[in-house]
Structures are given as C-alpha cells and as structure tokens.
C-alpha cells in the first residue's frame, strides 16, 4: 500500500513559478514509477508528466514540456514538480501518482494509488 500527499499549490499570476511536492509513505517508493496529472473545472484528468524508479527517464505533456520538471529522492520518499512560465491554462488541481508496474505511463488509468490533490491558479 502507497499512501501520496501532495503539498505546494496556490495562487500565483502568469509568469510565476510553483514547486509541488508529493511525499510517499511506505518502504518500496523507489520500485514505482510516479506521475503528476491534473485536472481543470470540466475537464477530464489529464497526464503532466512521469518519471522512472531511478529518475534518470522522465516524459512530458506537450503544453508542458520545456517549463516543468519532474523529479524524484528515493531517499526521502518524494517527488516534485517544479512549475516554471506559468500560464492560466495551467489552473487545475495536480495530482501525484504511482504505480506498481515497472516502467513509467503516460494513461490514468495505469497508475494504482492516487495523492488528495492540490490546487494551482494562475491568474493572467
């Protein structure tokens, strides 16, 4: 069992930048690859991006890629999101992920365990 809470969001204007942290609990973080997703008012729950049990291999959304970074320490059982250039496009509640397969996903329903969510504004 995986418990995530995610941690970071709030309100900032475009341009700005947030870093969200998910911190995981139990002994065998380091064996799941994990994901942040978000979803907007309206909107289906959508990939961001996921990294591998190591942190060497990670992938990106388009509408993200080049502005956020993914990143992982196994030894403290976290995994964060570093938003930069923030757009309002970008408001939505993120959600960490993990799940037991091996290899890294881009699809929701890949993923077996699931943080509360956070909520980012952006405001233009």
């Known amino acids: 069992q995986v418990q995530l809470v995610e941690s970071g969001g709030g309100k900032v204007q475009a341009g700005g930048s947030l870093r969200l942290s998910c911190a995981a609990s139990g002994r065998t973080f380091s064996s799941n690859p994990m994901g942040w997703f978000r979803q907007a008012p309206g909107k289906e729950r959508e990939f961001v991006a996921t990294i591998s049990r190591s942190g060497l291999t990670t992938y990106y959304a388009d509408s993200v890629k080049g502005r956020f970074t993914i990143s992982r320490d196994n030894d403290k059982n976290t995994v964060s999101l570093q938003m930069n250039s923030l757009k309002p496009e970008d408001t939505a509640i993120y959600y960490c992920?993990?799940?037991?397969?091996?290899?890294?996903?881009?699809?929701?329903?890949?993923?077996?365990?699931w943080g509360q969510g956070t909520q980012v504004t952006v405001s233009s």
């Open positions: 992920a993990a799940r037991t397969a091996r290899v890294p996903s881009t699809r929701v329903l890949d993923y077996d365990y």
